[in-house]
């Protein structure tokens, strides 16, 4: 076990101080990071903030303007592509069209120089992992999207490479089916072991499959972290507004609780308990966040932490978000599960909101 535990904290990749500069522009800007054996790792960002950049180095196919990349402890900045034990499903899948499912699989492996018969053991070994199996002998454009996807998944798998780099590989995919295939590429990491390196803009899809998160913004690394961490410790108020929902409240903090929380005095006047980090000050203007689930109404005897005017309520099957606008000014969203009576949510309603300490988190 200690072995195992061992060889999951040994970095397979790690990129050291690297920055790739596109003429003016700096897509990577000395970003380290170190991306464990056998782990399920998300690059996750908005638009442009250099996701692909960093596969496509991670791959070999850009180079770092300074910097370098290094593979089981070995620098291989240097070398070309097809000498990197790593591989790349892309988003289009990049697959031959004329060419037959088991011939695309195989492909990779021919350029390898690898026997025939190894070719045909591997290629139907790859399909039968991706259960396409009864598949082989279609030609590519007679499958679905999703077929498609398996295909190029089988195929970037069957060199057995150390590490898979897949850029949005599910983005072309419609909701139900990209669903099923998040669950599938989870269960492939799992069951080959192999590191996955996977590029999302999509913050929900990197909660549910990752092991490990980095949050990138216009090239760096802000945060590097389970789901669980990123999503209830974010280091960054922009971590915290980009996983999920949020609400981030301004106000100033009074004093410290017995129970070393920080008592916090929003911008309308009303006091809320939150938890404070024991590196951050005790004192001054202060962003504190609150999840719409950390919030629940308060009963019509209950004492509120805070009070609004509800503006509109959206339903989304589960449960509502409640919108509220608090006297500050400031925009309140909180979570109700079960049905909600319309009689009691007429817009412009005084509603109160109760808030544990645990639920409400002061931001650095
Ligand atoms: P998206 O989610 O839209 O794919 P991304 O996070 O993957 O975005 P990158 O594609 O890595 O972002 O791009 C990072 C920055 O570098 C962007 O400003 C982009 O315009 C720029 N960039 C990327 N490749 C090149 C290139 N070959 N030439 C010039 N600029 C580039």
Same mark, same amino acid.
């Given at each position: 076990?200690?072995?195992?535990?061992?060889?999951?904290?040994?970095?397979?990749?790690?990129?050291?101080?690297?920055?790739?500069?596109?003429?003016?522009? !700096?897509?990577?800007?000395?970003?380290?990071?170190?991306?464990?054996?056998?782990?399920?790792?998300?690059?996750?960002?908005?638009?442009?903030?250099?996701?692909?950049?960093?596969?496509?180095?991670?791959?070999?196919?850009?180079?770092?303007?300074?910097?370098?990349?290094?593979?089981?402890?070995?620098?291989?900045?240097?070398?070309?592509?097809?000498?990197?034990?790593?591989?790349?499903?892309?988003?289009?899948?990049?697959?031959?069209? +004329?060419?037959?499912?088991? !011939?695309?699989? $195989?492909?990779?492996?021919?350029?390898?120089?690898?026997?025939?018969?190894?070719?045909?053991?591997?290629?139907?070994?790859?399909?039968?992992?991706?259960?396409?199996?009864?598949?082989?002998?279609?030609?590519?454009?007679?499958?679905?999207?999703?077929?498609?996807?398996?295909?190029?998944?089988?195929?970037?798998?069957?060199?057995?490479?150390?590490?898979?780099?897949?850029?949005?590989?599910?983005?072309?995919?419609?909701?139900?089916?990209?669903?099923?295939?998040?669950?599938?590429?989870?269960?492939?990491?799992?069951?080959?072991?192999?590191?996955?390196?996977?590029?999302?803009?999509?913050?929900?899809?990197?909660?549910?499959?990752?092991?490990?998160?980095?949050?990138?913004?216009? $090239? !760096?690394?802000?945060?590097?972290?389970?789901?669980?961490?990123?999503?209830?410790?974010?280091?960054?108020?922009?971590?915290?507004?980009?996983?999920?929902?949020?609400?981030?409240?301004?106000?100033?903090?009074?004093?410290?609780?017995?129970?070393?929380?920080?008592?916090?005095?929003?911008?309308?006047?009303? !006091?809320?308990?939150?938890?404070?980090?024991?590196?951050?000050?005790?004192?001054?203007?202060?962003?504190?966040?609150?999840?719409?689930?950390?919030?629940?109404?308060?009963?019509?005897?209950?004492?509120?932490?805070?009070?609004?005017?509800?503006? +509109?309520?959206?339903?989304?099957?589960?449960?509502? +978000?409640?919108?509220?606008?608090?006297?500050?000014?400031?925009?309140?969203?909180?979570?109700?599960?079960?049905?909600?009576?319309?009689?009691?949510?007429?817009?412009?309603?005084?509603?109160?909101?109760?808030?544990?300490?645990?639920?409400?988190?002061?931001?650095?």
């Amino acid at each position: 076990q200690r072995q195992t535990d061992r060889a999951r904290q040994r970095p397979a990749i790690a990129a050291r101080r690297l920055t790739k500069r596109f003429g003016p522009i !700096e897509a990577l800007k000395d970003l380290s990071l170190d991306i464990r054996e056998n782990e399920f790792f998300t690059l996750l960002g908005p638009s442009g903030c250099g996701k692909t950049t960093l596969l496509r180095l991670i791959a070999g196919f850009e180079l770092p303007t300074t910097g370098r990349i290094e593979l089981d402890g070995e620098d291989i900045s240097g070398l070309p592509p097809h000498r990197r034990p790593v591989n790349t499903v892309f988003q289009n899948y990049a697959l031959f069209p +004329h060419m037959t499912v088991a !011939e695309n699989v $195989g492909f990779g492996l021919k350029m390898l120089g690898r026997s025939r018969s190894e070719i045909a053991r591997r290629s139907a070994e790859m399909l039968e992992l991706v259960e396409l199996g009864a598949m082989a002998g279609r030609r590519v454009e007679q499958l679905s999207g999703g077929q498609q996807q398996r295909v190029a998944l089988a195929r970037a798998l069957a060199p057995a490479p150390r590490v898979l780099l897949l850029d949005e590989p599910l983005a072309a995919l419609d909701l139900k089916l990209r669903k099923a295939m998040q669950l599938e590429l989870k269960k492939l990491q799992a069951e080959t072991g192999i590191t996955f390196v996977f590029v999302t803009h999509d913050q929900e899809e990197a909660l549910t499959m990752s092991d490990r998160i980095a949050v990138m913004r216009a $090239g !760096e690394v802000l945060q590097v972290g389970s789901p669980a961490e990123i999503y209830d410790r974010p280091a960054h108020r922009f971590v915290a507004d980009f996983i999920g929902e949020i609400n981030i409240l301004e106000g100033r903090i009074e004093r410290m609780s017995r129970e070393g929380h920080a008592l916090v005095r929003l911008g309308g006047g009303a !006091e809320i308990e939150a938890r404070l980090d024991p590196e951050l000050p005790r004192h001054g203007a202060v962003s504190v966040a609150v999840r719409p689930e950390g919030a629940r109404l308060a009963g019509a005897e209950e004492a509120a932490t805070i009070e609004g005017r509800l503006e +509109h309520v959206v339903y989304f099957g589960s449960g509502s +978000h409640i919108h509220l606008r608090l006297a500050s000014g400031e925009p309140f969203v909180l979570r109700h599960s079960g049905p909600v009576d319309p009689q009691h949510l007429q817009p412009g309603a005084r509603l109160g909101a109760c808030i544990a300490p645990e639920q409400a988190r002061v931001l650095a």
